[in-house]
């Protein structure tokens, strides 16, 4: 009940908010016409640390997006028993808040009061894919803040664990279609995955299979080895794509090898429709990389914020 009461109050804020008619290319052109320069520079310097940045930062844009729109209500912090959406189980892997700090304490420095936190993400979420070896897009800018965040509201993101009617539901209440499925799901193609998210398919599967019978036998028995059953180390996992650490097609190839990690991979090829694009997608990294940018835009331009952070990590 709670879960689709959390669908029906998403679906409710979409309606009410989505505005992409307000976004624009060239929002910042007269109030600060640096903003993606100084926003690349903070994304840059952290990745040439920490190679793992850009994945997370792109997840961390799509968490954000998932839940009211692109509003920032992921950078939010908790305050005291107010679990905000970053502690939520799903969001604690993620470590790049740092990045979207330091380029919000750059652009307060250049132009005040002037650039959202949520525009900050999608800058950065595009830049993240760029410096993967993945296409370039132009962002649309303009959205605002929210003012709400809470860890609850996660239990309305798509799972891991989804089939293809529960994603394609998911995904149509936030105003998005099949084709977007499956050009946004090849963001698997860099990053890491927790063993909890894919615990599922390869220990006491059901009844009569103890490993999901659609994952490759050889592959399965891998994640076995990377994943044991009573396992203690939270943050134990393994690479999205074990084969590749660039922003390619190679997911799409991974789930017709039978070599994918989440149950929503493989769901992908229960559809005719999707398993079209699959197969599509895996012969063509340059159809790949277009429709990404283009569902990536429809994604990011839905918002319902309300302000202008001075502190991405505090409301005003």
Not at 210 to 239: E, W, Y
Request: proline share 4%; glycine share 6%.
């Amino acid at each position: 009940m709670a879960f689709g009461v959390a669908f029906l109050i998403l679906l409710l804020t979409i309606s009410l908010f989505s505005s992409s008619d307000a976004l624009s290319l060239n929002h910042y052109a007269k109030t600060c016409p640096d903003v993606d320069s100084i926003v690349t520079n903070a994304v840059t310097s952290a990745t040439s640390r920490d190679k793992t940045i850009p994945a997370t930062l792109l997840r961390m844009h799509f968490h954000d997006c998932l839940i009211r729109g692109c509003d920032g209500s992921i950078l939010l912090d908790s305050k005291g028993h107010h679990k905000a959406e970053k502690d939520a189980a799903p969001n604690l892997s993620l470590h790049a808040f740092f990045v979207v700090d330091n380029a919000k304490r750059a652009l307060e420095a250049a132009c005040p009061g002037v650039v959202s936190c949520a525009d900050i993400l999608a800058l950065a979420a595009r830049d993240a894919v760029v410096l993967s070896g993945g296409p370039y897009w132009s962002v649309p800018n303009g959205r605002k803040d929210g003012r709400v965040s809470r860890a609850s509201d996660i239990a309305s993101m798509p799972s891991p664990t989804f089939n293809i009617s529960q994603l394609q539901k998911s995904f149509s209440l936030r105003g998005l279609s099949l084709d977007d499925l499956v050009a946004l799901s090849g963001a698997h193609t860099i990053g890491f995955a927790h063993c909890a998210a894919f615990q599922n398919r390869i220990h006491n599967f059901n009844a009569t299979h103890d490993i999901d019978p659609t994952l490759h036998p050889t592959f399965a028995s891998k994640l076995q080895g990377r994943c044991p059953l009573h396992n203690t180390a939270k943050n134990a996992g393994v690479p999205m794509d074990p084969y590749s650490a660039t922003f390619d097609n190679n997911y799409y190839k991974l789930i017709l090898q039978r070599k994918s990690l989440f149950s929503s991979d493989q769901a992908l090829l229960g559809f005719p429709k999707t398993k079209a694009l699959v197969y599509k997608y895996a012969s063509s990294k340059q159809a790949f990389w277009n429709a990404f940018a283009n569902s990536v835009v429809k994604l990011s331009s839905i918002n319902g914020g309300q302000e202008i952070r001075k502190n991405c990590r505090i409301v005003n």
